[in-house]
C-alpha cells in the first residue's frame, strides 16, 4: 500500500502541472495567483514528506 503522505505530495503536483498546462498565465518562471497556491502546496508536501524521510533514514543509519 501506498504511503499516504507520498499520495499527497504527488497528487500536488498533479494540481499544480494541470493548472499550469490550462493556465495561458503561468510559465516555468512566473505563476498566476492560483498557479502560486498550488506551487506552494505542492513545495511544502514535498519538503514535508523529505524531511520525514531523511528522518526515518536517520534512524537505521548503523553505529
Known sequence: MADAQYQRYLMALDAY???RAACSTCTIFRRCG???RLWGDFTRSQDSYLQRQRHQRGKHKPR
Do not use: I, K, R, Y
Open 17 to 19: 502541472l494541470n493548472h
Open 34 to 36: 492560483e498557479g502560486g
